[in-house]
């Protein structure tokens, strides 16, 4: 029959094209389409000619996601990360992707966008309650690799930067490794004394040497007031009340005191099927 019209069936890849999710369906009479697409997600691309009923169907076209490289932030200056935390996570883990874009495309001029960046999250020291571990994934663009991309991170890291996240001032470790091969705790990471937050914090463990600092000052004054009483009375017995001829006085001596896959740049062209290279966008032709 006469071509009516060309069915584009977008989806996300749960498990190669054997399972997908979220499809988006672009009916069209032109021979190619420019639609965007993540840089972090794998899609499966299929095409059915319409005529009076529906053509024989394309094999799937399995996109692959861009190559991409995990990173992590270690932060300090925080009073509690738990209590950090509970309020506005997701506008913190933003603007902290934000940062961390203009940072990068200060260094490398590759146009990099919030949208390259991706399972990015929050998680707290277990080892000290003032610091933040930000963790995520990068990916590659049409110029610079994803492990170019750490380098430039482990730059900016290497000058003990500090970064505003909603109003708060916080210091990143100078001393800790960017690159991660997983997510989770980088041990490797030793934890020093942090800085002090720009938001008034209590240290409890602190707080507590300081009532025992307190408390053995107090004793020891408590002592040398009684040792003065006790000179003072001595001085008045034998000088005030002794007798006018005194002889053989011995007086006492003074005890001592010893006082812590693909990049998605967005091009325009004829796809052939074997540029794995470029994104954005994809022009699909059929």
Known sequence: GNLAAYQVTISESIYQCDATARSLQINTTNHWITQFIFPLKTYCISVVAITLGFGVSSEPWYLQAHESSIFELHLTGLGS???????????????????????????????????????????????????AIFQGRIAGTSTTQSPDLIIYLQRWVNTAPTIVVQGLLLYVDDECEVALYDFGTNTSCIVTSSPTSTVETRDTNHGSDLNTAAAIAGSIIAILIILAGILIATF???????????????????????????TINRIYGDFDGENEGSFNTYDIVY
């Open 81 to 131: 990360c738990r209590k950090w935390l509970d309020s506005n996570s997701e506008h913190k883990v933003e603007a902290m992707v934000e940062n961390l874009v203009q940072v990068l495309n200060s260094y490398c001029l590759c146009n990099l966008q919030t949208f390259y960046l991706g399972d990015t999250h929050f998680v707290c020291d277990d080892r000290d309650e003032s610091r």
């Open 236 to 262: 008045i017995v034998i000088y005030v009340f002794k007798p006018k001829k005194v002889s053989n006085l011995k007086f006492p001596q003074e005890s001592a005191l010893i006082p812590k896959q693909g």
